[in-house]
């Protein structure tokens, strides 16, 4: 039933997907830490304009990388695992 | 611009969100949610956390720390940016567990525990409290803007104008957020409403910016300058302050019940989350984008000492644009009124639901009937609580004065409500999590907050002294409000968030470890953990052991026999099937389940299909929202109780109804063998005396004598039997003349007694009469009458066994007509006769001995039917006893 190179494209796929879903757990964390820079910052010498202009635009970049991601997310909530892959231990217990 | 037009523009507006609200509730009533049920409604719908605080206080907030402000909307971002995480997670099992506010979402994590849901509702109402009289001043202060010409109205106008506004506030919460009592709490008139005040003030907020920026300020680049050149130029932000603050509004935003309600409650598709994890961070990005340069050219313009909370609003109106400041205007209301109504309703869901119904139904467990107003119980119970909440939020306005800024009101209810926080991330995350230990962490929170942020926000002249503040409270100076445990020199924000979450979340941690759960909390903790194990995409049915039958049995119960089978046929016949059964299919059961959800509440009809599905995933939260929806269980069956004895009754009736058809038939072959009996035995004889008449030529004249004298004896018998045949039959068919005259009671009584006086061997009857009642006078048919008399008589006569047959007269009056009853001595007739015995032919014993044909009752009854009185046997007088009722008197001088 099975040519040699199906199962490795679901597995694969289903990979995708768990990497998917690791990344979108990744993303907060490098957005806290991006947004937790300022506060390295010396106060005397940063402008406020400056730190606006490196907040908003570590913001809009944000935004654009999960905006990026909510498709392919969503598509997973819809129809979910089809490589009937356990869920990884980590996300669930 | 006058206040008049103000006023109105401002009614204009607020009748438009009613119209909004009216028609999104009607379109989603009729089914056709369309675009109320889009992601770009749930995403505006979020924006709620940009109340008045953020469209006025933000400005004000830059003005006075410059980017800080920035952090308030940093926090929800990352957390909507991380949304697969923890939103996610916290949308499902909201949806699995249906449930209604963040008190229950943690009183069900921890077992149901109402403890946990009345102290969170507790730190609710406390924490929210202030941010609702933030609204209202924040609304009220920029009436004044208008109303004033920037000359300050006398504080009584102010009160005067928040009260109105909370009024009307309240109005429209209780029309649109009490409309009805659903199992998912969904509110789509006020959702569209929410998301259409989003979009007024974004724009509002937007157009102000855009203006300040390009029309005011000179362009993007001349606007950097200038903010390099004010007073907010240098870059101040505290390490400390700015993760607090990110990590605070992060915290709030998952725990306000507001954004709660919007967010989880209010979710009707979680896909609509993956839209909304960039779309509302842009929208808190482009909210955000005007702030600094709004402030920069408001200390700017504006003369020294003006409120930098107002900016927004007095710097259009300093440069003479009276439209985009009304559009300002409109913008902040927005902002206040939408966060004043999700907090109400949010707020009057968890009071309803952890206060009042709970002492309610306590209250009422005295009484074991529970009639069917439970419902109506509910939407007062939450159309009060929205009504004293938002007169709590009015109070603390009056009595706070209004005074302090707008930004030191929203951190300390955001550090309030933050202290759900460890509870809630530790039930979804962490099996170990007790009760005890959520409980305990919440108080110690909830205290330390109360201690070192809620109180110290009255001032020193407030609730606190100024002792208490540097020395602590009874000199104990490890406990002062802003340097607990000595520790000096922390930001009171700071200070408080540390040290509340801190200990919260450690004690939090420890009771749990050192506790251990009851079952119930297992269960649930288990089932919030796992959450995504049982329920991969939509929590479909597997009903591959389901029997449909079965299916259609318990429907039927729940539904009625015709709408039951009316919802299977039609699904079979969609299936191509014909028949009732068709295949189970899990579009099938979810269809089912809301039908069912509508007769015996959601938790409950999910319960049962799962019994008969075997579903693997029956929660002790399923069943223990069964008991929660006792209400809903009970008034369904107060009515199936009535429906049930109705069903009795008609039961009954149609038992003894059969029973006299059983005993009728009875009779009926009884009355074929009695009158060929009773015609026979006298034929029989005249046949046989008049043969030996015929034949006997030597009989003595005596003997002639006897034997035509038997003859004519029987015949005198067949004679009245036939008479009486042909008197009932005439009766019955209504062909009776009735020759009616004025008669005295005692006339005709003396006529019956007469009449019966030489009947009857055995020994004679004592007759009692009440020749008092008998003067009674009436207007009747009197021979008919004496005729039913002389027949009870007779029959007393005949019947009674006892020794000294006795039977007394007496004439009453019931209900206006006089009645007479005829009461002997013996032993009466048995209940079981008492049915029939004015059937045609019935006779109680077998005993001929009277010689009656049983028809004599039967014809009274006729007769008393035709004279418009009746007859009726009278139990329990101690012997048989009949009653004759006649009719009604005529007026006696007719």
Redesign the interface.
């Known amino acids: 039933m099975a040519r040699p190179g199906d199962p490795k494209f679901l597995a694969r796929a289903g990979y995708r997907r768990r990497r998917m ?1 690791d990344a ?2 990744l ?3 490098i ?2 830490v991006l ?2 820079v ?4 010396p ?2 010498e ?8 490196y ?2 635009v570590t ?2 970049g ?3 990388v ?2 990026a991601m ?2 392919p ?2 598509r997973m ?5 089809p490589g009937a892959e356990p ?1 990884p231990a980590g ?3 | 611009m006058s206040f008049d037009v103000l006023v109105t523009l401002c009614l204009a507006y607020v009748l438009l969100l009613f119209a909004v609200a009216f028609w999104a509730d009607k379109r989603a009533a009729r089914g056709r949610m369309g675009w109320i049920r889009s992601p770009a409604v749930y995403t505006l719908s979020l924006s709620i956390y940009c109340t008045a605080w953020t469209f006025y206080g933000a400005v004000g907030y830059a003005a006075r720390s ?2 800080e402000f ?1 952090t308030i909307y ?1 926090g929800p ?9 923890v939103l ?1 997670r916290l949308v499902r099992i909201g949806r699995i567990q249906r449930i209604t506010s963040v008190a229950d979402l943690i009183s069900s994590r921890y077992g149901k525990s109402n403890l946990l849901g009345v102290l969170v509702t507790v730190l609710a109402v406390v924490g929210t409290t202030p941010y609702i009289a933030l609204q209202l001043q924040s609304v009220t202060l920029s009436f004044d803007v208008f109303a004033g010409g920037g000359v300050r109205a006398d504080g009584d106008s102010l009160t005067q104008t928040a009260l109105f506004i909370a009024g009307g506030l309240a109005i429209f919460t209780i029309v649109f957020g009490t409309r009805n009592l659903d199992a998912n709490e969904r509110h789509h008139g006020v959702v569209t409403a929410i998301a259409v005040e989003a979009v007024v003030k974004l724009v509002a907020l937007l157009a102000v910016g855009i203006f300040v920026v390009f029309v005011a300020g000179g362009g993007a680049g001349a606007t ?2 200038a ?2 050149a ?1 007073e ?6 505290g ?1 400390a302050r ?2 607090t603050m ?1 990590f605070l509004s992060g915290a709030a935003f998952l725990c306000l019940p507001r954004m709660f309600q919007v967010m989880v409650v209010e979710n009707s598709d ?2 609509h989350l ?2 909304a ?2 779309a509302f ?2 929208y808190l ?1 482009l909210m ?2 005007f702030v ?1 340069p709004i402030a920069v050219v408001g200390l700017d313009v504006l003369p020294e000492g003006a409120n930098p909370d107002l900016f927004v609003l007095t710097i259009p109106l300093a440069y003479d644009r009276d439209a985009l400041a009304m559009l300002a205007f409109l913008g902040g209301f927005s902002s206040a009124t939408s966060m004043v109504i999700v907090a109400a309703i949010a707020l009057s869901t968890m009071v309803s639901n952890h206060i009042v119904m709970p002492i309610w139904l306590n209250a009422r467990k005295g009484g074991a009937t529970v009639s069917g107003d439970v419902r109506t119980v509910v939407i007062q119970a939450r159309r009060l609580s929205i009504a004293g909440v938002l007169a709590l939020g009015y109070l603390y306005y009056v009595f706070s004065g209004g005074g302090t800024a707008l930004a030191a009101i929203g951190l300390i209810s955001f550090t309030g409500l933050a202290q759900v926080l460890p509870a809630m991330l530790g039930g979804i995350f962490w099996r170990g999590a007790t009760r005890a230990g959520a409980a305990a962490g919440l108080s110690a929170g909830f205290a330390i907050w109360l201690w070192t942020s809620f109180l110290p926000s009255f001032g020193e002249a407030g609730l606190l002294s100024a002792s208490v503040f540097t020395d602590g409270p009874f000199g104990l100076s490890l406990l002062r409000p802003q340097a607990l445990f000595g520790i000096e020199g922390l930001d009171p924000v700071v200070h408080s968030v540390l040290w509340s979450l801190l200990v919260n979340a450690v004690i939090f941690c420890l009771v749990s470890v050192l506790t251990f759960p009851t079952p119930v909390e297992r269960l649930q903790g288990a089932a919030f ?2 959450v ?2 049982y329920s ?2 939509a929590p479909g049915w597997t009903g591959s052991a389901v029997e449909a039958e079965d299916l259609l049995m318990m429907s039927q119960r729940l539904l009625g026999t015709a709408e039951a089978q009316l919802l299977f046929e039609g699904e079979a016949a969609g299936q191509g099937k014909s028949g009732y059964i068709p295949d189970v299919t899990p579009a099938f059961l979810e269809k089912l389940e809301r039908k069912l959800a509508g007769s015996v509440g959601a938790a409950t009809a999910h319960a049962m299909l799962l019994q008969i599905t075997g579903g693997v995933s029956v929660t002790v939260e399923d069943l223990m929202k069964v008991a929660d929806e006792a209400q809903q269980i009970l008034e369904y069956s107060s009515q199936l109780e009535a429906k049930s004895q109705e069903l009795g009754r008609t039961a009954r009736q149609l038992k003894e109804a059969n029973d006299k058809l059983v005993a009728l038939s009875v009779q009926k072959d009884g009355f074929l063998s009695q009158i060929s009996h009773e015609l026979r035995t006298p034929m029989t004889s005249i046949r046989s005396f008049s043969e030996i008449l015929m034949h006997g030529e030597t009989m003595t004249p005596e003997e002639r004598q006897r034997y035509s004298s038997i003859i004519h004896d029987e015949t005198i018998r067949l004679t009245r039997l036939l008479d009486d045949l042909l008197d009932l039959s005439v009766l019955e068919n209504g062909q009776v003349t009735l020759n009616e005259a004025d008669w005295t009671l005692e006339a005709i009584l003396d006529r019956a007694v007469a009449a019966t006086e030489r009947a009857g061997p055995g020994p004679a009857m004592t007759i009692d009469r009440d020749r008092a009642g008998e003067r009674t006078r009436i207007r009747t048919d009197g021979d008919r009458l004496a005729q039913v008399f002389i027949n009870l008589i007779a029959n007393a006569q005949k019947y009674c066994d006892a020794d000294a047959p006795r039977l007394r007269i007496v004439v009453r009056e019931r209900q206006g007509r006089p009645v007479v009853d005829f009461m002997d001595n013996g032993s009466g007739i048995p209940q079981k006769a008492q049915a029939v015995i004015f059937e045609k032919f019935a006779r109680v014993s077998d005993h001929r001995a009277a010689g009656g044909a049983g028809l004599g009752l039967a014809i009274c009854r006729e007769v008393m039917h035709r004279l418009g009185g009746g007859i009726a046997y009278l139990p329990g007088q101690g012997g048989a006893a009949f009653r004759v009722t006649l009719p009604r008197r005529q007026a006696e001088a007719a």
């Open positions: 879903a979108a757990r993303v907060p964390l957005g806290a947004m937790l300022p506060v390295l910052w106060g005397t940063t402008r406020t304009s400056g730190a606006m202009i907040v908003f913001w809009a944000l935004i654009a999960i905006g909510s498709r997310l969503g909530m819809r129809d979910p695992d869920a996300d669930e217990d | 410059g980017m920035v940093l971002t990352l957390v909507m940016v991380g949304w697969w995480t996610r950097l300058e903010i390099d004010s907010i130029s240098e870059w101040h932000a390490p700015w993760m990110i979680e896909r993956a839209i994890s960039w961070p842009l990005f955000s984008l600094v953990v796992n995504f194990r991969e995409g």
